[in-house]
């Protein structure tokens, strides 16, 4: 049989088997398939560094991380926390994990709308035994160069394990030791801050070392104690009040009385003084009266007299055993 056009075909399967490319040339159909088994390896050994090898986070502001070597001689926390930015690391030999360094604030009460869905109120027994029930505040934040120690001493990477855990044992503990030299009276009245200024001593002292600062510590609302010690409390209290008023009071009468004496006597020491004066002038001025002097003062007397007559004589005239009464003249 013949086969005309036998070249033709050949030429067709050289096509088949090569592609046209614009910028190089003629590729053959295999060497374009190396080429691309080539660059998806590269994208999957690239995926493989990337995925196993190499990783990379960032650390947001108001927080520190600490690299944790997995393998090799200096297994462990590094001692030197990680700031924040982006760090670079192998997740096959390193762990990085964040840690809060801003306030944490918590809330352990019975509400439990408040924190938690549950009662979470803490518990403690006063100096008499007797059980006390309090709503408390915690505020605290842990100082970036401690981050390590932290992790070292407590192996929590969730801050919230460590708060609702480790935290309040160490809360709820600090309150029956200083409660224990309390009385239920004492805590629940006037040295009040004072016994929780010392609970957040203690729990200041528990924690210090791993680099945790206490920022604040208080009940929320007031202790609950049995109503019967409540309503003891309280008319004590108050007997207290009225007692401190009515001395108050008494000191106020007292005062008003001592003033009106000192007024009285005072006004009788005047009086005494000034009559005592006016003796003094009296005797002065008897003991000043002589002959000459009285002498004197009637010859002024008569001058002064004298002096005021108008030159008429008088309507009415005395004479020795006679008296004469002059009539006016008719007109």
Same mark, same amino acid.
């Given at each position: 049989?013949?086969?005309?056009?036998?070249?033709?075909?050949?030429?067709?399967?050289?096509?088949?088997?090569?592609?046209?490319?614009? $910028?190089?040339?003629?590729?053959?159909?295999?060497?374009? #398939? $190396?080429?691309?088994?080539?660059?998806?390896?590269?994208?999957?050994?690239?995926?493989?560094?990337?995925?196993?090898?190499?990783?990379?986070?960032?650390?947001?502001?108001?927080?520190?991380?600490?690299?944790?070597?997995?393998?090799?001689?200096?297994?462990?926390?590094?001692?030197?926390?990680?700031?924040?930015?982006?760090?670079?690391?192998?997740?096959?030999?390193?762990?990085?994990?964040?840690?809060?360094?801003?306030?944490?604030?918590?809330?352990?009460?019975?509400?439990?709308?408040?924190?938690?869905?549950?009662?979470?109120?803490?518990?403690?027994?006063?100096?008499?035994?007797?059980?006390?029930?309090?709503?408390?505040? #915690?505020?605290?934040?842990?100082?970036?160069?401690?981050?390590?120690? $932290?992790?070292?001493?407590?192996?929590?990477?969730?801050?919230?394990?460590?708060?609702?855990?480790?935290?309040?044992?160490?809360?709820?503990?600090?309150?029956?030791?200083?409660?224990?030299?309390?009385?239920?009276?004492?805590?629940?009245?006037?040295?009040?801050?004072?016994?929780?200024?010392?609970?957040?001593?203690?729990?200041?002292?528990?924690?210090?070392?791993?680099?945790?600062?206490?920022?604040?510590?208080?009940?929320?609302?007031?202790?609950?104690?049995?109503?019967?010690?409540?309503?003891?409390?309280?008319?004590?209290?108050?007997?207290?009040?009225?007692?401190?008023?009515?001395?108050?009071?008494?000191?106020?009468?007292?005062?008003?009385?001592?003033?009106?004496?000192?007024?009285?006597?005072?006004?009788?020491?005047?009086?005494?003084?000034?009559?005592?004066?006016?003796?003094?002038?009296?005797?002065?001025?008897?003991?000043?009266?002589?002959?000459?002097?009285?002498?004197?003062?009637?010859?002024?007397?008569?001058?002064?007299?004298?002096?005021?007559?108008?030159?008429?004589?008088?309507?009415?005239?005395?004479?020795?055993?006679?008296?004469?009464?002059?009539?006016?003249?008719?007109?």
């Amino acid at each position: 049989m013949t086969i005309f056009n036998d070249n033709r075909n050949n030429e067709d399967r050289d096509r088949k088997g090569r592609v046209i490319d614009q $910028f190089t040339g003629v590729l053959p159909l295999r060497r374009l #398939l $190396f080429w691309a088994l080539g660059a998806a390896g590269v994208l999957v050994g690239i995926w493989i560094v990337s995925s196993f090898l190499m990783d990379v986070k960032r650390i947001e502001a108001g927080y520190v991380g600490i690299e944790v070597n997995l393998a090799g001689s200096q297994r462990g926390a590094s001692e030197i926390p990680v700031r924040t930015g982006w760090v670079f690391y192998s997740p096959l030999t390193t762990q990085v994990i964040e840690f809060p360094t801003y306030v944490q604030t918590v809330k352990w009460t019975r509400d439990t709308s408040e924190g938690h869905a549950v009662n979470e109120e803490m518990g403690f027994n006063s100096k008499e035994g007797m059980e006390i029930y309090a709503d408390v505040s #915690l505020s605290y934040a842990i100082e970036p160069k401690s981050v390590p120690d $932290f992790y070292v001493k407590y192996r929590v990477n969730d801050l919230d394990r460590f708060t609702h855990g480790i935290l309040r044992d160490i809360v709820r503990n600090s309150l029956n030791e200083v409660a224990s030299t309390y009385t239920v009276e004492d805590i629940y009245g006037e040295k009040k801050a004072q016994f929780l200024a010392q609970v957040e001593q203690q729990v200041q002292a528990k924690v210090t070392n791993v680099g945790v600062g206490v920022q604040q510590f208080g009940f929320i609302g007031a202790p609950r104690v049995p109503g019967v010690i409540a309503q003891a409390i309280t008319a004590k209290a108050q007997a207290i009040q009225e007692a401190e008023r009515a001395k108050n009071e008494l000191a106020t009468t007292q005062a008003e009385a001592a003033k009106k004496i000192a007024e009285a006597e005072g006004d009788a020491k005047s009086s005494v003084t000034r009559a005592q004066g006016e003796a003094d002038a009296n005797r002065i001025r008897q003991n000043s009266l002589t002959p000459q002097l009285l002498e004197l003062r009637r010859l002024e007397n008569q001058r002064a007299l004298i002096e005021r007559w108008n030159g008429q004589l008088p309507t009415v005239e005395s004479g020795q055993g006679s008296l004469l009464l002059q009539l006016p003249k008719g007109q």
